[in-house]
């Protein structure tokens, strides 16, 4: 079976709000809890009702979300730790994984009784958070460097049923030292013992010019590692996928394939030895 832990203490400063969602709570300054993103990403053609992406992709989607729901809070639940956090990354920049991270979220968040948290940890890029248009929006780097932050007073609600966003928050020039801290480790564990509950999808930083992205791969219980189909070299993605732990559940979506459109085509299978697979 798959596992992996983490055993890290908690950091009583990196608490979450019992009810972050709380329309009741005051968050701090001018934070907004609350973002309208229904007609932005039907305008963008993303995984909404009213868009309209082909539904050759949207049944893409479906295939690659159904493993990962089903580590996360199905059959195979108990095989994989942490099952419903899950990182999505790539090898280099470019390769489509803030698309994916944005539908794959959207598509989730479609199924019943499945609410999906998005959060934008490319804090240098803020790739989910510009396609969201919440690249001015505090977030997580903004609870990353201020003990009087938590998740919850970053946490937006949406109108979008069962979408829940985290942005990634002001610009920081430490931003990979952040992401490989301490705090941000505890902020993940405290996420998996809270959030047993919802799916929370991590949009992460390219592993390769981002090493410390392999941090984050060994706190969460999924990797979905995007390649852009026939640009990628084989060589760049056998190194970035060297960098995540051997017993992560790991599955490789091939984007932008067959050369019919920039985003038409997925694939979604399994890395590792033969008995992951299984």
Known sequence: SINTTNNNELDNSASIKEDPESVNSEPHGNIKNKA?????????????????????????????????????CGRNKLMVDRGNL???????????????????????????????????????????????????????????????????????????????????????????????????????????????????????????????TKVLAGLVGQVVFVVEAGKTPQSLVEEALEMIPEDQATGLVMNKNEGLSRRVGYYYGYYGSEDDKS
């Open 36 to 72: 309208k993103l229904l007609d932005r990403l039907i305008a963008a053609n993303m995984l909404v009702p009213g868009s309209s992406l082909g539904q050759n992709i949207k049944d893409d989607y479906r295939r690659i979300k159904r493993p990962l729901v089903s580590n996360a």
């Open 86 to 212: 899950i990182l999505v990354t790539s090898s280099v920049p470019g390769e489509g994984k803030s698309y994916t991270s944005v539908n794959l979220a959207l598509s989730i968040s479609q199924e019943m009784n499945n609410t999906v948290l998005l959060i934008d940890c490319d804090m240098a890029k803020q790739g989910a958070s510009r396609m969201l248009g919440l690249e001015n929006v505090a977030g997580l780097v903004d609870v990353l460097e201020s003990d009087d932050l938590t998740l919850g007073d970053v946490l937006l609600q949406t109108d979008i049923p069962n979408f829940r966003v985290i942005s990634a928050g002001k610009q920081n020039e430490y931003i990979t030292e952040l992401l490989a801290s301490q705090r941000m480790s505890d902020l993940v564990n405290e996420i998996a013992s809270r959030y047993t509950d919802r799916i929370i999808i991590f949009d992460g930083p390219p592993m390769l010019p981002t090493p410390q």
